[in-house]
């Protein structure tokens, strides 16, 4: 490196060092948003250049002379080379689901300062490893999914736990989202439209890429092209009332179209429907995030909410929790995420053409996504602390109004109702989740450029259909990726189910897992207390356990390879993870406080349901029932869980003190100069 670049680099470094001091002491004053952005720019370009590179370079050994399983046992179905940007854009579209949308918003209750320190740190020396390793160890063991590699590596019991856990959490992850989705698509035509409309884009890609006679230039203009038509054309539906109605439906209609387009996701050839429209929604992600960055850098709006705010101590308006270790479990997918791993070891390592990509797209998509997180705390950030707390409270309007007021963060009816009349809503209260606050502030930023009355409530819109088709891009992927897992269980009951080149074994492990979220969706459509309803508490507790045993694996594999020097890159982060999520899971179920625990939450209920009429002491009974069913669920995570790390820390003791030999299950070397013929598609 000359001293030019050393002088750069070292003034990108005392830049972000600089950025997050600005951050980290203010206490009281306001200040500009562009801090986040320029200390997350700083942080992702020193990670990906310098530490990601020395993971490729130096822990995992990358070989591009290796050929990947996508050419080795390339069959056009689950196991294609693609081109590497349609991988990334796979790969970052299926990973960044909710999490590093909704979650900051919600932790942005502890104030600004602590979710975006944890995204800062967690993605960079956290996520991006997590991502990163996983994803290398499914190339070298030809495209395998988490839990068969766990079972292989450290042990048949521990992989058997390891399946059975994971698949379990894969079923709750996959219904939490596309429950998310039925309630931002209710009723919105729009929304409806553009998504629906991105499908036979999507499949027009496909085909024009799989014939080789079209570049990815040409199909990706076309893309982008449907694209925007989509999401430009579905504002003028109110114009058309018959057209309209046909996009127009309520929750059970979506529960059922979403039930079957997964199920199409996980049949149909990868390079016909699910890669070319996650490519496709890669570019209205990114190319949204960078608008609201550019918005930031022109407008620099203030932080209006304070660094750290009275909430740390677990009485929050938004959730009940103190900030450790709730603000590492809200805030998922923007800094570690177990899902990542499934999606790592799914479908993006049948599609790697060379594993210098696994750099790119493990650690890259990673750090990319931390970018959307740090966009989604900024959006939170800038809306008036009491507008953000009436959104996201709950209870009627005035009882509302009295929570935030009396907490010290004045706000009025009045000024709530004339926030909803600018949107185009028809109320703001009771709006909780996270998507609508999102929303919101994305509509305050883009609307100070404009000086339309309307833009307000086109841009809130515009952002409530965004979130949607984020979120929806992972339940495709997903529902794909847990075909895999479900065909590695059922493998082992009966061989031929495992075979994912048997067009039989794929639709019928296919039918089976969309039938098991697909109920736990409807039932939470249709029941308010029930399905999918009844686990939402645990979709972060979940979410953050399989990122444990995906570091398990890492770890494991780093001492396999003889490369215990470097044993720190896995297991701090996966000691950190465990702090966090088993504590998080005792306070779940075991604390006092009735807001956050799930036993003593159910006794509180009970124990009102005596000073009310027949039938509200009913339904409290009925969600006592609930969360007792809660807290036995979120035991037997733990419990699989822990036996998982002990099992694993065990199996580590042997090997370095050589009580046990070390066998790497990685596939046999297969120089890729002798499968170079092989077509790549979209090359």
Known sequence: MTIWKKVIWFAVAALGTGAIAVLALSRGEQISALWIIVAGLCALSISYRFYSKWLATKVLVLNDERATPAVVQNDGKDFVPTNRWMVFGH??????????????????????????????????????????????????????????????EIGPGVGALALISVLAIMIILLAVLALVVVQALAKSPWGVFTIAMTIPVALIMGFGLRTGRV???????????????????GQFLGHFPALEAWFRHDQKWLAWAIILYGLAASILPVWLLLTP????????????????????????????????SRFVDGTGLVFAGPVFPFVFITIACGAVSGFHSLVASGTTPKMIGRESRIRQIGYGAMVTEMMVALMAMIAACVLQP???????????PSEVVAKVSASGFPVTEQQMNALATDLGESTMFNRAGGAPTFAVGMA??????????????????????FEALFILTTIDAGTRVGRFLLQDLLGNLW????????????????????AAWGWFLYQGVVDPLGGIN?????????????????????????????????????LVPLCFMCAVTFSAGYLKIFSVDPKIGFLSGAAALVQNAGAVGVDKAAELAR???VWRFDALVAFGFLVLVLLIVLGSAKHWWQLMHGTRRIELHESEFVPLAQLESAPVIGA
């Open 91 to 152: 790969h970052f579209a299926a990973i960044a689901g909710p999490g590093p949308l909704v979650g900051p918003v919600l932790a942005a209750q502890f104030g600004f300062l602590p979710g975006t320190l944890w995204i800062l740190i967690g993605a960079t020396l956290g996520g991006g490893v997590h991502d990163m390793i996983v994803l290398f160890a499914s190339v070298r063991r030809r495209g395998k999914t988490l839990g068969q590699m766990v079972k292989e």
């Open 215 to 233: 570049n990815v230039g040409l199909v990706t203009a076309f893309g982008l092209f449907g694209l925007l038509f989509a999401v430009w054309g």
């Open 623 to 625: 969600q006592a029932a």
């Open 534 to 570: 009844s686990l939402w508490p645990l979709f972060g507790l979940a979410n953050q356990l399989l990122s444990v045993v995906a570091l398990c694996l890492g770890t494991t594999i780093l001492i396999k390879m003889k490369k215990a020097r470097y044993l720190f890159v896995t």
């Open 277 to 308: 429209r996650d490519y496709l929604s890669t570019f209205l992600k990114l190319g949204t995030v960078a608008a609201l960055a550019l918005a930031v850098i022109v407008l620099h709006p203030t932080l209006l909410m304070p660094s750290i």
């Open 495 to 514: 061989q031929p189910l495992g075979n994912t080149r048997s067009w039989s074994a794929n639709l019928f492990s296919s039918m089976l897992l969309v």
């Open 386 to 396: 009491g507008e953000y707390f009436a959104i996201n409270a709950k209870g009627t």
């Open 444 to 465: 305050h930023m883009f609307a100070g450029i404009s000086a339309s009355p309307t833009a307000m409530a086109l841009w809130y819109h515009f952002a409530i259909m």
